[in-house]
């Protein structure tokens, strides 16, 4: 008894602190969470004292027939029933069986429908849907159109948009249900978008300045400089179509309608080569590298993917005077350098093509010097066997 009491305490608590109930009106859009799923129906909580009911059925993927959610999993539907005609409120999600009448209800609430494409006709395809056949004008098959032929035989959610003559002129458009479910997932992308953000997404095209990223309604730029640390000519050296990216959020331009401008960073996940370049390639190092810019004060040469030098004009050439770097190098030439100045701080590198040949030189110096003192020296012992002047005049005068 005591255990009863307890807990009618707390469900009268639990009760005083709900909001008041809101009635929910036949054609509303409502959200809520499943709360069970049974064989045939699923229960959804979609208010403060309100349990809805949804047919399994329009919980499934349409392909494969695998239900899409689950207990917890929050969901948007269309309220067909507000509970006056069979006592429970009914949500439905997409209509697929009924005539025409069901196709009057759905273009009603704005209700999906499943149809199969049946044929591709002069304007448009042939739909078949809730034993109707339907028209779905070529502009309206797809947001971005892919093969026309491709869409022949599938399975596909529709809006319905007209409905005359009794059923007899049925026109669907699948265009208007994706961007209106791209519109939504849009604002719930928002909501999640900030500067700093680290999110995921899908590469939609290359462009020359960049790729686009779909981040989930929404598309985010990858502008060229920002892919990588690595020099890139074009997107396509790093990036394909269709490929799953994570990037940060450097800039948010939201707008109105959703159509704000995301910029996004992969070069701002990546290591920065400057951490550890004293440790890589201390003052002495010598490196091969590739000139990518030519000034009028020395020749810039990327030793590594996100680090240039500056080879100075004066450091070019050894004991050449150089009025300008393209009397030495070209743009894209593979030059051997040596690192003579490094501040990580400032990201600066001094390089230096004169360093290998003046080491060139003096070993090339030494050689001659050690090869003259041999000589030397082998001339200093062949006169020692031979003795003195006056050794070899005495021997000149013996006689024979």
């Known amino acids: 008894m005591a255990d009863e009491e307890d807990f009618a305490a707390l469900l009268a608590a639990s009760e005083a602190g709900r909001p008041p109930h809101v009635r929910i009106r036949e054609g509303e859009v409502v959200r809520g969470r499943i709360v069970a799923i049974g064989p045939e129906t ?19 993927d349409p392909a494969s027939g695998a239900v899409t959610v689950a207990v917890g999993d929050e ?32 273009a009603a609430h704005g209700l999906a429908v499943e149809g199969v494409v049946t044929g591709q006709n002069k304007g ?45 002129n049925v026109v669907v458009s699948r265009r208007a249900l994706l961007e209106a479910e791209q519109a939504a997932e849009a604002a719930r992308t928002w909501e999640r978008l900030h500067v700093g953000a680290v999110v995921r ?6 462009r020359d300045f960049g790729a686009f990223v779909d981040l989930g309604g929404v598309e985010g730029l990858i502008h060229l400089s920002e892919l990588g640390y690595a020099r890139a000519a ?54 091969r590298g590739t000139v990518r ?28 005077r150089v009025a300008h770097p393209r009397q030495v190098v070209a743009v894209g030439d593979t030059v051997e350098v040596t690192v003579v100045a490094i501040d990580p701080e400032k990201r600066r590198l001094g390089l230096s ?20 003192a041999a000589t030397v020296g082998r001339l200093a012992e062949g006169a020692r066997s031979l003795g ?11 006689p024979r």
């Open 201 to 206: 997404g899908r590469v939609t095209s290359l």
């Open 75 to 106: 969901i948007e539907a269309t309220v067909t029933d507000d509970g006056r005609r069979s006592g429970s409120v009914v949500l439905r999600r997409t209509l697929g069986r009924g005539g025409a009448a069901e196709l009057e209800r759905a």
């Open 234 to 287: 074009h997107p396509s050296e790093v990036l394909a179509v269709g490929q799953e990216v994570e990037a940060q959020v450097v800039r948010l331009e939201p707008a109105e309608g959703g159509r704000g401008r995301v910029s996004l960073s992969l070069r701002a996940l990546a290591p920065d080569p400057w951490a550890t370049a004293a440790e890589r390639i201390p003052v002495g190092t010598s490196v």
């Open 124 to 168: 448009g395809y042939d739909v078949q849907v809730a034993g109707v056949r339907a028209f779905c004008p070529g502009s309206q098959i797809d947001v971005r159109r892919g093969d026309p032929a491709s869409y022949v035989g599938q399975r596909l959610r529709f809006r319905v948009t007209r409905v005359d003559a009794g059923g007899r």
């Open 353 to 372: 093509m004169v360093e290998a040949a003046r080491r060139a030189r003096d070993v090339a110096e030494e050689t001659e010097r050690q090869e003259t």
């Open 388 to 398: 003195t002047l006056g050794d070899l005049l005495a021997r000149s005068r013996k």
């Open 42 to 60: 699923a229960f959804v909580a979609v208010g403060a004292k309100a349990e809805a009911v949804i047919d399994v059925a329009d919980l499934r």
């Open 293 to 320: 810019r030519l000034e009028s004060f020395g020749a810039f040469v990327e030793i590594a993917p996100g680090l240039d030098g500056l080879v100075h004009v004066s450091k070019l050439a050894l004991d050449k």
